[in-house]
């Protein structure tokens, strides 16, 4: 089975930006829809971004369109995602989640089966 690793998590100021990678052993993700989600204190865990396995399609929430990327790697079996213009509200523990798939993008957090230990992201001056 497939087991994620997230890094890149820190403290970043207002307006800054931030690339978080996901890598992943035990199993090729070319085989996977990748997702990563967030969960900031007192709230439910909210998707960020979707990626489907060959990268050919790509889904951002509308809050995040524009600041947030999703990309992969597949040849190295890691998943990013870059940020930027970042706000105190971004603040959150970030997780990167898989599941496999043939094809497509998969946007319902109930499907992933597959969770790294999450990264924490804190904006703040």
Same mark, same amino acid.
């Given at each position: =089975?497939? @087991? ?8 970043? @100021? ?5 690339? #978080? ?8 993700? /070319? ?7 967030? =969960? ?13 396995? *060959? ?7 509308? *809050? ?16 990013? #995602? ?27 957090? *109930? ?5 790294? =230990?999450?990264? @924490?992201?804190?904006? /703040? /001056?």
């Amino acid at each position: =089975q497939v @087991q994620l690793r997230e890094t890149g998590g820190g403290l970043v @100021q207002p307006g800054g930006s931030l690339v #978080l990678s996901c890598v992943a052993s035990g199993d090729s993700l /070319s085989n996977y829809a990748m997702g990563w989600f967030r =969960q900031a204190p007192g709230k439910d865990r909210e998707l960020v971004a979707a990626i489907s396995p *060959s990268a050919g399609k790509k889904y951002y929430p509308d *809050s995040m369109t524009g600041r947030f990327t999703i990309s992969r790697e597949n040849t190295v079996n890691t998943v990013y #995602l870059e940020m930027k213009l970042l706000r105190p509200e971004d603040t959150a523990v970030y997780y990167c989640a898989a599941v496999r798939v043939l094809v497509g993008v998969v946007t319902t957090e *109930s499907r992933y089966d597959y969770w790294g =230990q999450g990264t @924490q992201v804190t904006v /703040s /001056s």
